[in-house]
C-alpha cells in the first residue's frame, strides 16, 4: 500500500449496489453484454458520522468552503457550530445567523480566545493557514486545517512540530480520504484486487477568469492550480501509491507568476510504476481518476475528489460499479473521524497523519522548484 501504513477504521454494515457484467455474454457485432444487477449488504470500513460523538467546533472564515463544511456538521454529523469567527464582524454574524453558530467573532483573535470551542477548522486562503492553524495550538485549541496544508514544507513542519508539542489533535481537512469510494478502492487495492499497481492518473482543472488579486492568481494568497487543485491529484496518488522515489514537472505561469495549470509524473522506480497528476485553473477538465494493476483497474467517475462512485474493471472481464450514498456535502466523514479520535484521547488520524502532510508539502515544494513558482513567504520558515 506504499509507505504510508492505513489506519485502522471502525465496520458498519452498508448497503451498496453492485452492476456486474460478463464480457463473455457479448452477442453479435454489437458487443451486447447482459449485466446482472445486485443490491448487497456488505460489512464495510465505511463509518456512520452520526455515530462520531459531538464536539464544539469553531470556524475560522466564511468563504465556500466553511459553507460547506458547515452544511455537513448540521445535515451530516451531531457536530456543534459553537462559534465562527472572521475580520468582518458583518460576514461573521451573517454566517452565525445562517449556519445557526452559538457565536460570532469579529477577529481571528476572540475566536481563538472562546472557551467555548474544541476546535478549529482552518477556512482561510492558503497563505492564512499556517498563521490560523498556529494560533489555535497556541490556544490550546485543535486543529482541522483546510487543503493544502501550508504553503511549504517548512511551515508544516512548523505545525506538526507544535501540535506534537502541545499534544493538541493536528490534521489536513483532505476530505477525500474520507469518503465511502475511498475507503472502498483502499480495501480493494489492499484484498489485492488490482494486483500490483503500476500507474495511475488524476486531474482537476476549473476555469477561473483573470483576477490578479483573487485567491487563484495571486501569489500573496498562494494561488496557482498546485496549491489549489493540483493537491487532490497528488494526495490521491500518494494515498495509493505512497510518496514518490522521483518527480518530474512542467507547467504555464500566468502574469502574475502562479502556474495556470501543471503536470507531474510522480514516479516509483522500486516497483516500476508512475502516476500523473494534472491540475489548471484556466481550463474544465474531466475531474476524473484511474489507478491500474495487473489485475485490473478502477475509474473514479467525476468528481473523484469529491463524493462519486467506483468502476471496477477486473482482467477476466467482470464489470462492477460501486456507489454509496452520502447524508450531505461528503465533508462529514472526515469531520467525523476528527471527533472521533479526539474522543478517544488521539492526536492525529493515521489515515492523514501530519508526517504525511509534511511530506506532501515536499512533493509540492518540489513540483513549483521545478516549474518555477515562488511565493513571498516561502523564505519564512526555511
Known sequence: MGEFELGS???????????????????????????????????????????APPLNWGILGTGTIAHAVADAMANGTRQRLAAVGSRSPAR???????????????????????????????????????????AALLAGKHVLVEKPFTLNQPEARDLADLAAERKAFLMEAMWTRFLPQQIKLRQLIADGALGELVTAWADFGSFNPMDAEGRFYSPNLGGGSLLDLGIYPVSWIVNLFGLPGSIRASGLLTQTGVDAQMTAILEYPAREASAVAMSSIVVDTPWEAVVAGTRGLVKVPRPFWGPSSLIIELADGTIEEWTAAVRSTGYEYELAEVATRIA?????SPEMAPAESVAIMGVLDAIRAQIGVRFPGDNTHA
Open 9 to 51: 477504521s471502525r465496520s458498519d454494515p452498508l448497503v451498496w449496489r453492485a452492476q456486474t457484467c460478463w464480457s463473455k455474454t457479448r452477442q453479435g457485432r454489437a458487443g451486447i453484454v447482459r449485466c446482472e444487477r445486485s443490491t448487497v449488504s456488505a460489512v464495510n470500513l465505511i463509518p456512520d458520522p452520526f455515530t
Open 344 to 348: 478517544a484521547g488521539e492526536t492525529f
Open 92 to 134: 461573521a454574524n451573517e454566517f452565525a445567523a445562517q449556519f445557526g453558530a452559538e457565536r460570532a467573532h469579529g477577529s481571528p483573535e476572540d475566536l481563538m480566545a472562546d472557551d467555548g470551542v474544541d476546535i478549529v477548522y482552518i477556512a482561510t486562503p492558503n497563505s492564512a493557514h499556517h498563521a490560523g492553524a498556529r
